[in-house]
């Protein structure tokens, strides 16, 4: 369950799918032509697609067809396909690989035809974009691309990567934009990327490489061993990435090291940009002293990120007045995230400034999710489910069935090509209003797919239906193994709400099973502490193992930590995170350790099971229970952790 992925769409995977089309000759035909595809045969794709005639995936089986011989396909084919096809989720992907292969080609003329069609958002697609505006003699596009390209903490595509050559041709990126460049992927631990980009330097200001390697893998041992002429930009720069790299794994030592040698030996600049790092890395690990060391970045501009984390520090001291001075510096759209609205009311109200706070609330209120359940009690209201619910008639759930889209999504899934699906699915239905969305929900919950039920439901906004925006699915097992085992089972369902989506064939890229996503190793020890006979490892993708290991784990977690939000944050991340993310000395509010979580990851996830649980709550038993009574208090880090023995896995 560590560090995994839940999203559908990317990774669970419909393993028993196969053995069901045995004999199926049209199924068997539609899987080759699709792994023939995947495979770059063409002449297989064409063996097996022959035999196939009047499919209601025919738009993908062309999809497949041109997309295996695009680089030698003729403009009208490709025209021909995108006007048969048009406003098809596949013709968005042909258009999109097609306005590549005429990037690479330089044929600007038919790119620019074809981008005034593309509603895609690719990095790639734009960097051509820009590049063809610059053969037009349009020279504003090289500040577009370097403000909104070059800063990318990524290794940047093939089209980009020409762009970022003409401009350094052309003089539009200068030596400081380079070791720029080289900065933010060290901040983000893309080293490759980092060594790509010093590529641009010419070769008597680049840096020595084995000090670079020693700076990427062992910076404290070159912090330690400074080099004598820091004067030269290459070496000082490495120099200052050592630090970037040591403050990831150690803020404390790279603060000790910016007090030492270091503070006489670097420009003012880059001491106060270095400060900014050991900051936010030092508010990542929850150090006391990370606002002071935020401080002595002075008027530095951070970014939003580091401002985020600022903030969060200020939130775990209780200090409002830097959570409120933290978003103040934040971009625009970073204030107007629902977090950070949420938040700045509490500042406003924690200073006495009622009126102000109300106003930031009622941005946030109104919609069932974390921060506006607690928007809504800051309020003065108790949340509870619409007391009308629209249920689709039986005409409007066989309109949304006869949907082409939707057809081919349902088809695309029964085959197994789950990802295909549920990208066919989104396409779909982005521009349904709330009673198609509900018609559509109904359809995937009649064929129990219940990611695109839960998906589609949650993306109504006047009229609701929460019976699908919450299925309980297996509702009799998960009843009795929260009984079973006494844990609450709203809280089992929102969790698995959040892990699963209920898919009971949902496997994570890292290994997870199931409804309740186990891991091997997971399921074999509570198995083993449940007393489970001839368990068997491929007995936990069954659900009523799965479920009554999962909750039997959740229970163990739940003695162990002793609170549901320290439990939902070890079911993500593991036990021992969930403990170290307390606060050393002081207690803090439920909804302060939930913002103040490391991994973004877990942060989320903790945020949507505690939010489901209270909903869970109201569709089983008709309860409402205050998302803050859930949150409750997290107690300090203090009395005995369990030893290693004891450690849950």
Excluded at 95 to 107: A, I, S, Y
Excluded at 155 to 171: I, Q, R, T
Excluded at 219 to 231: F, G, I, Q, V
Excluded at 321 to 331: E, F, G, K, P
Aim: net charge neutral.
């Amino acid at each position: 369950m560590i560090f995994k992925e839940i999203l559908g769409a990317s990774v669970a995977l419909w393993l028993a799918a196969a053995p069901a089309f045995a004999g199926n000759s049209s199924d068997d035909a539609l899987l080759g032509a699709f792994d023939a595809y995947r495979a770059g045969d063409p002449i297989r794709f064409a063996k097996h697609a022959q035999k196939l005639s009047h499919h209601v995936l025919e738009p993908w089986l062309e999809y497949w067809r041109l997309s295996l011989r695009l680089e030698d396909m003729p403009a009208t084919e490709v025209r021909a396909f995108l006007s048969k096809f048009e406003r098809t989720y596949v013709a968005e992907l042909l258009r999109e690989e097609w306005l590549k292969v005429l990037g690479r080609r330089g044929d600007w003329q038919e790119f620019d035809r074809q981008a005034a069609f593309y509603s895609r958002d690719d990095l790639e697609v734009r960097c051509y974009g820009w590049a063809s505006r610059l053969q037009r003699g349009d020279e504003s596009a090289y500040a577009e691309a370097a403000a909104a390209m070059w800063l990318e903490p990524r290794e940047l595509p093939e089209g980009c990567s020409k762009l970022a050559d003409a401009m350094m041709e052309e003089g539009q990126l200068t030596l400081g934009d380079v070791w720029r460049r080289v900065r933010v992927l060290f901040e983000n631990g893309q080293i490759t990327a980092a060594k790509t980009a010093l590529g641009y330097l010419p070769r008597n200001e680049a840096p020595d490489e084995r000090m670079l390697a020693e700076a990427a893998r062992q910076p404290k041992r070159l912090l330690t061993r400074l080099p004598r002429n820091l004067e030269h930009r290459a070496t000082r720069e490495v120099v200052v990435l050592a630090v970037v790299r040591f403050a990831r794994s150690d803020a404390e030592g790279a603060a000790a090291a910016l007090d030492g040698p270091l503070a006489a030996r670097l420009p003012e600049a880059d001491l106060t940009y270095l400060w900014g790092r050991v900051g936010y890395e030092a508010a990542r690990e929850h150090y006391d002293k990370a606002l002071a060391w935020y401080a002595r970045a002075g008027d530095l501009r951070l970014t939003d990120e580091q401002l985020a984390w600022k903030a969060r520090a200020a939130l775990r001291r209780g200090n409002w007045q830097v959570v409120r001075d933290s978003i103040d510096q934040m971009s625009a759209g970073a204030r107007q995230e629902r977090a950070w609205s949420y938040w700045y009311g509490r500042a406003l109200a924690a200073q006495g400034e009622e009126t102000g706070s109300r106003a930031y609330y009622l941005r946030v209120a109104g919609r069932p999710d974390f921060y506006g359940l607690l928007a809504e009690e800051e309020l003065g209201y108790m949340v509870a489910l619409p007391d009308k619910t629209y249920v689709p008639g039986e005409d409007e759930v066989a309109a949304a069935k006869r949907d082409p889209g939707i057809a081919r999504a349902l088809e695309l899934i029964r085959l197994g090509l789950r990802t295909e699906g549920v990208r066919e699915w989104i396409h779909t239905i982005r521009f349904f209003d709330d009673a198609k969305l509900i018609a559509a929900a109904e359809v995937a919950h009649r064929a129990e797919i219940y990611d695109r039920v839960i998906e589609t439901a949650n993306k109504t906004v006047r009229v609701h239906n929460f019976a699908l925006r919450y299925p309980v699915p297996y509702q009799d097992v998960f009843q009795e193994y929260a009984k079973t085992h006494g844990v609450d089972p709203a809280l089992v369902l929102g969790l698995v709400r959040q892990e699963s989506r209920f898919l009971q064939e949902s496997r994570s890229s890292a290994g997870a099973t199931g409804l309740m996503q186990l891991m091997p190793r997971t399921a074999r020890y509570v198995a083993a502490k449940l007393g489970l006979r001839n368990y068997r490892p491929h007995h936990v993708g069954e659900v009523q193992t799965n479920v009554g290991l999962g909750t039997g784990y959740l229970k163990l977690v739940l003695n162990q930590v002793g609170h549901p939000i320290l439990a939902s944050t070890a079911y993500n991340a593991g036990p021992a995170r969930a403990r170290r993310w307390r606060d050393a000395s002081r207690p803090l509010e439920g909804a302060i350790y939930t913002e103040t979580i490391p991994f973004p990851e877990t942060r989320d996830y903790v945020k949507k099971v505690m939010a489901n649980s209270v909903f869970y709550a109201a569709v089983l038993e008709n309860k409402l229970t205050p998302i803050k009574a859930r949150l409750g208090t997290v107690p300090p880090r203090t009395g005995a952790e369990p030893t290693a023995e004891d450690e849950l896995p």
